[in-house]
Each structure stands twice: as structure tokens, then as C-alpha cells.
């Protein structure tokens, strides 16, 4: 099973686009603004539910290999995100219904507001979706969607533990951690991104592989 | 005895001529000016003699510079004095100060444009009046002189010189002309010297607009050009547009507007007086009490005087009808039924209220709106038309506009409440035609809106917003759809 309830969280936050979309009927029943706006809210509950049966595969360990963590991307990220949307989505109704002014602005708004609930569901989606294991010999990536994901690094590997973090991702307490295998293009990189605690997190890599 | 007459007309003759000379000079030495002390001299200034018995060598300035006579252009100019200092004059440049060609209006047209036969008078103000007078020399454009033919002197004033102009007898086409004013003998260099331009056309008075058609209750500003400057144009509307009852002024006292009031000269009409300045005059009419049509501007130059006549320039202009603005239409009480329980539903066939009386204008296919109370939404447009049809006998139609059919309706629905709290369906119908007003009656026929309604464009609104919800509904759409494309690749993609 994905992690945490996908499937609820995505449908509460389809309740309100679905809830505007009957009222939209209700409204305008001769307008067809209710169709895409019925059509994006039950895309979110069902991209909740396939979500939420996609279960990323865990690794295979070897015999005398011992998964130490896990971790998986946080989700503050994602709610920000969708967090943003909302003045814009308020705005663009009030200007729709409370307004005359010209189509454009509403139009304009909502799309503002649109793009920044996408960029917030996908990333919701994205991270539950994802999921890092390590253990005492490797640091590997899971991910899958329709089609599976999955990097490795070994310990031994290992040439360059970066990180970094943005202004943002302080205030909110995340952070990222980059590791690579070496320089060129046979190298492989590994981005952990929007992680809690991420330098606890890249202090334990580099016990590791100092230990490996 | 004829040779003795002859003999003696000769002797006088010749005695004549022997004399003539010392005449000549004699009047010449008079013209002379006769410097004192205190007085001015001009660079360049050669016909001056020095009272008593100073030589220009004994005057000499700060610098020890003596005066020459006649005096050099490039004599410094200052004070030159005496060694006693008894006798002191100072040294200037000559000056045209001031130079203007003005119209009958007395605005300058230098470098302008008269038309033909106009006078213009030309005025030359300048500092060396003492010395010698202005001459005024007029060419054409090709450097004939024509003087003579449109120049005449006036008497001159203490340093201010006045000519006429007068265009009648000239062929405009020489035209332009330029007029050159300078001292007549020596002084006629440098700053003692001015010209300009006077061109001669027939031009015709022009009336125009930025804004041909404008909102009810804008500005509308205009501009009258072609007139001669200083001129005073007058701008006159019929009455007969104004609103019922409107009471305010049409035109607004700005720009080069100098009156603005009601002739009642034969026809009465709204007039404004403007005066032309800088090639042009600029006013403003405001449409707040003028009915939405098309109507036209009258221009007259010259105020009053062919008030009666053709006009100089006409101008059309619209008056589009006023938006609306955003406004939410307040809940409407519904009168509490006498008997308890569920809210009855009232005859359609009427609007609720005894006394319920329509007002609001009607389209050519007379859609209006439903003013009652019904307990059910109506399902479409064609629900509230039957209604409509089954009110029409109560209804009086006000401010029909056949030439604004209206073809695109929009429903919506509020829930007001009632005042025993029970919500109720008011449905009002948004005719999406500029010309056409809808209106919502509440308790006992009172009138709660009466609003032309709007056609909400995408871009702008108003009567000519053509381009309507369907964009802003395929725009969503292809948001929509985009946003979940994206996601769907992005998560493909891995996130």
C-alpha cells in the first residue's frame, strides 16, 4: 500500500472542486462550466484511489544486508502549494459571480489558481508515490507510477554527499540531499528531496560509507 | 521781352541748382542727433554730434576705451564719460524687442495663417526710437517686395510701431510672406532686426473627436481647429437629446471654453463658446443627461453670428447606453402568508402583489423579467417565458427598443428568505442586450431594480463585447485538461 491514505486526502480535496461544480450546474445549468470542473474533481478521487494501490516494491535485500531507514519525501511542500491556490480559486469565483467584470480576469485568476493546485496535487502525488530506503550497502530510490523507477547507489559508490536547502524549504524544515557516484556521465546521482531532518539524514550516508 | 523771361527763369534755375546743395546738407546736418548728456547711443549709430564742447575722444569708458563717432558696431557698449565727468552717455545695442502680427481677435499670428482679405496688424516694440524709426519690408515667398501693396504705416508711438496688413488685394498664392521690421537708416543689423512668416489660405474649421462614442455618464472631449487664432468658435447641440428632466449642463466649462449656456434664438440650443488658442480649442461635453443615440456637434466660428445659418463643421458622436455597476440584487422580502405552514404557491398568472407593476425596457421579442416568487427554479429559459407570457397582461412596458432584439438569456438563480425564514426562488433573467433593462419587483409591486443590464464581455463590456462565457469556458477547459495532462506525464515521468 502507497503510503499514508492518498485516497482520503485526494478525495477531501476533490469534495470542493466537485462541490463547486454542482453548484456551478445548480448556477448555470445551461453553461458547461460544471463539466470540466466535475470532470477535475473526479480525476483527483481517482488518481486518489490508483494512488493509493500502487504500492512501491520494496528491495530486495541481500542475505547479509540490513535496511537501516526509510524515508520518504515530506508533504508540507504539496499543501503549500495547493494552500496557494485557494485565494486565487476564491478570487476567480468572486469575479465570476459577484462581478461584472470582463470574462478575462475570472478566466485569468482561476488559471493562476489552477496552476499552482496542480503543481500542489501532482507533487502530493508524486511524493507518496516515492520512498528511499537504506541500508547498510546501498541508498536506492523507488518510485512507480505506471512504470517502475528504482536507482541504487552503493555504499562504496559514493563520491559526493551534497546538500542544500532553500529558503523556503528552512522555514519549513526540509531539505535536500544529492549524492553521486563519481564524475562523468556513468555516474549515478541520487536527488532526496523536500526530506525532514535531511543533514541527520546525510550524516548517516557518510557514516556509511565511511564504515563500507 | 519773352528772352527777358526766359533769361530770368534760367538765372533762377541755375541759382537754384547752385543752392540746392547746401539744402540738401543743410536738412541732412539737421537730422543729425544731437547727443546731451545722459542719452543713449546705439552701436552703429553714425548721424550723432555731442552737445557742447565735448569731443568723443574725452568720453571714455570704465576701461579707457574712448567713444569713436560715428559709432562703431563694435563699439563696447557701457558708459562713457567725461574726464570732469560732467557729460556722460552709454553705449547699447539696438533692439527689436518685440514683434507681433495680430488678428482682429488680437491674438499674435506670427509665423500663422490668415485668411484672405483678413487685416493684420503689426506692432514693433523697440529701443531705439530715439535714434530712428522701423521700416517695414514685406517679400514673397520668392523675395519680391510687396511693400507697397499691403503695408500701411500707422503713426508711430515712443519706441512702438504700428503698420497694417491688409490681405485684400493680394494674390495668396505669393504667399508665404515675410515681414521684416529693422531701423530705417543705420540700425538695421543684429537684434535691430526681426522677421517672421504670414501665410494667406482659405481653411475650413474641423471639429473632432478621440472618442466618437462613449458611455453614458463619460466625458467627451473635442477639439475645433482650422479657425483663426484668438478666434471664438462656438459648438452647439439640439436640446431634444437630453434626458427627461435633466437639469445639469451638457457642456463643461474647461479647456478653452470661455461660456456655455441655452440660445434661444429661433431654435434653442445648447451651446458652448470656445476660444481658439494655440491653433485649436479643446472642450468636453458630459453625457450624463443625454439620452444613448447618435447625435452631432455644430460648429460656428465666430459666435452668434451664423447661429442661424450653415454650419462651419459638423461632428457626429454616440452616447452608448450607461454599464451598470456591480451590484447584488438585495433580498427581497416576501410578505408572510397570514396561514401558518408550508408557503403557498402563488398564481403565476400574476405577479405577487396586488398592485405589482412592471417597469424596465422590453425587447423586440418583449422578454422580460420574472418578478414574482415562484417555488420552483424554473428548469430553462422557456420556463420563465411562459410565465412571462402569463404577466404580460400586468405588465407596462416601458422604454422599448426594437432595434436591440434581444437573443442570448441568461438564467440564474438566488435563495432569498422569507420572512417566516423559508427560503424562496427569485429568479432573475439577464438579457444580455445593452438596451434592454430587467427589473425585480418585490412586496406589493414595489420596484427593487430597474437596471439596463450588461453584456459581459471577455475582454470589455459593453454593446460591442461579442465575445462572451464561451471563451472564458473553452479557456478553463483547456486549462483543465492541460493540468491534468501534465500531471499525468509528470508523474509518468517520475515526479
Redesign the interface.
Known sequence: MARGYPVIWSTIIAMPILGTGVWLYLRLPDELYHVPVAVFGSFVIVMGVYVQLITPQEPVLYDDEALITTRHPSHRVAAGMMASSIPFLIAAGFLLFRTLYPYIYPTGVFLVGLYYFTKGIKTYWSNTLTRFFVTDERVISNYRFLSLKRKEIPMSKIRGIEENKSVAETLVGLGNVRLASGGGGGSVRLVIRNIEESSTFADEIRNLVRQS | MSRKYIAGIITILIGVSLIAPWIIMGSAAASERNVGSGDLVFQGESEISLEGNYTPEELINIEGYPLELPVSVAQPMGIYQSSDQEFRLAVVEAKVTDFELLNKYGEDNSGGVVRPGAVVEGVVEYNFGVSESIEVRVTTRRGLDVTQQLVTELDPENDQYKFIIDTSDIDPELSPFTVTVEGEDDLDFGEATQSTTLAIQNFQPSITSDDGSVVQGEHLTYAISGAAEGATVSIHIDPDILEEGFEGDVFRDVGDVESIGTSYNQLSTLYSDLEIDNGQAVGQISTDGIKPGTYEFQVFVESGETANGEPDATMAFEVEWD????T?IPPTPIPEPESAGPTPVPDQSKPSGSDSAFSGGSSQNDDRTESTAPTEKPD??DDIADNDSNNRDDIDPVDTDENNPSDEK????NEIESSNDEPKAVTEQHLNDSSTTAATTGEAGEEIADEPQ?R??????GSD?SI??I???S???I???L??L??LV???R??
Open positions: 454599464e451598470p455597476p456591480p447584488e430553462s429559459i441568461e438564467v440564474e438563480t450588461l459581459r464581455g471577455f475582454f470589455t463590456n463585447a462572451t462565457f471563451d472564458s469556458l479557456i478553463t477547459t486549462g483543465i485538461a493540468s491534468l501534465s500531471i509528470d508523474l509518468e517520475g515526479g
